[in-house]
C-alpha cells in the first residue's frame, strides 16, 4: 500500500472520530474561520495553511484589513516528496490546488473572508504554485509607491503585488524561474530583500537573496555566504543598523548571519561583501537544520528552530523538539529554550514533538511562541506503516510506532507496558498524548508558561503558522490539513489566556 493511500484513508477516518470535537471559543480567543475560509471552498481548493498574514493599510485608506495567503494540499506535496526518497522513485508532484489570498471583512460578517487574488485567475501554462508563502508591504524607494507583495512556493517562486489589494489589481513583480519559494521578504534601509531558500530535500543549491528598489531586482547573495550547505535562507529582519538571515543547512546546522550593515549602500548587480557570521552548527544542536522564526523583543532578536517534519531524510537528523535562542546587541547568543536555557524549559518546551518552533510575535509587551507538534501529523496522519517503508531509518521507525501502535483502541493508545508516566520506550506519555499545536507566552523573554497545548481545542489545528498583532487585537493563523485551515482572533490588553491554564 502507499503511504499517499494510507494518509488519505487517515484523514478520511480521522474525521470522522474526532467530528464532535469543535469549540469555537476557547479562553480569550474566538474563531473568525470556517475551516479552510468556507467549506465548498475547501473541499474545491484544500486551503489547509494559513501561511501567511499581513495588516495592509493601502495609502489613500482610513484602515487597513488583514490579509491571509494559504498553503494549498501541503500534506500532499510532502507526502509526495518522501513517498519519492524513500520508494526510490523519481519526484512525484501532488494534485495542485489553486491557492488564495484573501481579507477580513467583518464590517460583512463575522466569519467573511474576500477573496482578492485567486490564483487559478492568474497562473499561466506550466505554473505550479502550492501557496503564498509569505505577505509584506513595501514602499518602492523608486517610486514612492507603497504595494502589498505575495510570495508562492512552487516550481517557480514569484513575487506578487498590488497597490490596493483589491480583487484584479494585482501584478507579477518577479520571478526566481526555479522551483523553490520566497521566505521572507524584508525592507532595510529603504530597500526590499528576498530570502529564497529550494525546501526541497537533496537539492544542493545555495541559498540566495536579492534587493529591489521597487523596479529593478538583483542579487546581493547567490553562495549560501560562502558555504554550499547554506541551501536556502529562511527569514530576514532589520535591527540595530544591520539585515539578519537564517539559513537552510541540513548537513550542518543552520547558520545566522547579519549583512547590508549601517554603511552599505546597495547598487544594482552588486554582490554582498559585509557578510558576518553569528552562530553555526545549529546553535546549541546541529540538528536544528532551519534558523527560521525571528521576533525582535525587548532589545533581542529571537530565533527558534526547525526540523523540517520532525527529521532530515538526507541526514536521518530528527525527532528533537525545536530551540529557541536570542542574540544581543553585541552579537553574543544565549539559549532560551533548548539544553541550558534560560526558561528552565529543554527542546521543544520539554514536548519531543514539538519540531518548530513555527512562530512567534509581540504583542501588548508579551511575547508568543507557537509550535508544530508532530505527534497530530503521525496519529492522524498513519494508522498503520506498511511493510514497503521498512527501509525508514529506525528511529524514524521507532517514533512512528510510538504513536501509532493500537490507535484509538483503547485509553493507553497502545502502550502495553507502562512505568509512572513513562513508556516502555522512555518518552513521557504526555509528549505523545497531547495532540494539538502548543502556544507559549513570556513577559520577560526567559519565563515562559502556556496559552494552548493542543491546538486550541482542535487537536488536529497541528501548528499555528502566522500570527498578527494589530492594535488591542491579536490574531491566529492555523496549520491543518486534515478540515482546513483556521483563523482565530482575541482582544484585549492583557496576555492571553487560552485554555492552557
Known amino acids: 500500500m502507499r503511504f499517499s493511500s494510507i494518509v488519505a484513508a487517515a484523514v478520511t477516518s480521522s474525521t470522522i472520530l474526532l467530528a464532535g470535537c469543535i469549540d469555537n471559543q476557547t479562553g480569550d480567543f474566538k474563531r473568525i474561520s470556517y475551516n479552510g475560509w468556507d467549506s465548498i471552498d475547501n473541499l474545491q481548493d484544500k486551503n489547509d495553511y494559513a501561511w501567511s498574514m499581513k495588516y495592509y493599510q493601502p495609502d489613500g485608506e482610513s484602515e487597513g484589513k488583514l490579509y491571509v495567503g494559504s498553503g494549498n494540499n501541503v500534506l500532499g506535496l510532502v507526502v509526495s516528496q518522501f513517498e519519492a526518497i524513500l520508494l526510490g522513485e523519481e519526484e512525484l508532484v501532488p494534485p495542485i490546488y489553486s491557492p488564495e489570498v484573501r481579507r477580513y471583512r467583518p464590517d460583512e460578517g463575522d466569519r467573511v473572508w474576500e477573496r482578492v487574488l485567486d490564483y487559478k485567475d492568474v497562473a499561466e501554462p506550466g505554473d505550479e504554485i502550492f501557496g503564498f508563502r509569505y505577505l509584506q508591504e513595501y514602499r518602492s524607494k523608486a517610486t514612492g509607491k507603497k504595494h ?27 520571478e526566481s524561474g526555479e522551483n523553490g519559494s520566497i521566505r521572507f521578504v524584508a525592507d532595510h534601509n529603504g530597500i526590499m530583500y528576498i530570502a529564497l531558500a529550494t525546501d526541497i530535500p537533496f537539492v544542493k543549491k545555495p541559498g540566495e537573496i536579492w534587493a529591489s528598489d521597487g523596479e529593478d531586482v538583483w542579487p546581493v547573495v547567490q553562495d549560501g555566504f560562502g558555504n554550499p550547505e547554506n541551501r536556502g535562507f529562511q527569514f530576514l529582519v532589520s535591527w540595530n543598523g544591520w539585515l539578519y538571515t537564517g539559513s537552510n543547512n541540513p548537513i550542518q546546522g543552520y547558520e545566522i548571519w547579519k549583512f547590508a550593515g549601517p554603511d552599505s549602500d546597495p547598487q544594482p548587480n552588486e554582490l554582498i561583501t559585509d557578510g558576518v557570521p553569528l552562530v553555526t552548527g545549529g546553535g546549541p544542536n546541529d540538528f536544528n537544520v532551519w534558523a527560521a522564526t525571528p521576533a525582535l523583543f525587548k532589545g533581542h532578536l529571537y530565533v527558534g528552530s526547525m526540523i523540517p517534519v520532525g527529521f532530515e531524510p538526507e541526514t536521518g537528523k530528527g525527532f528533537k523538539g525545536t530551540d529557541i535562542i536570542r542574540i544581543a546587541p553585541d552579537d553574543s547568543w544565549e539559549v532560551v529554550v533548548g539544553p541550558g536555557g534560560l526558561s528552565g524549559y529543554g527542546s521543544g518546551f520539554n514536548r519531543l514533538w514539538n519540531v518548530y518552533c513555527w512562530q512567534m510575535a509581540e504583542h501588548k509587551g508579551t511575547l508568543y511562541a507557537s509550535t508544530f507538534d508532530l505527534s497530530t501529523i503521525i496519529r492522524f496522519g498513519a494508522n498503520q506503516i506498511p511493510e514497503s517503508l521498512d527501509s525508514l531509518p529506525e528511529i524514524l521507525l521507532a517514533g512512528l510506532r510510538l504513536v501509532v501502535n493500537g490507535g484509538l483502541q483503547g485509553t493507553d493508545y497502545g502502550f502495553s507496558k507502562q512505568s509512572g508516566d513513562k513508556s516502555e520506550l522512555g518518552l513521557p506519555l504526555n509528549d505523545v498524548l497531547q495532540f494539538g499545536a502548543d502556544m507559549y507566552k513570556s513577559e520577560d523573554g526567559v519565563h515562559w508558561e502556556p496559552v494552548t497545548l493542543n491546538g486550541m481545542g482542535h487537536p488536529r489545528n497541528y501548528g499555528f503558522r502566522t500570527m498578527q498583532s494589530v492594535g488591542d487585537t491579536f490574531y491566529l493563523g492555523t496549520a491543518n490539513a486534515f478540515e482546513g485551515l483556521q483563523v482565530w482572533q482575541a482582544d484585549g490588553d492583557k496576555p492571553f489566556a487560552g485554555n492552557a491554564e
Open 148 to 174: 502589498l507583495y505575495a510570495a508562492t512556493m512552487g516550481n517557480n517562486a514569484i513575487l506578487w503585488r498590488s497597490e490596493s489589494g483589491d480583487p484584479g489589481t494585482w501584478e507579477r513583480f518577479w
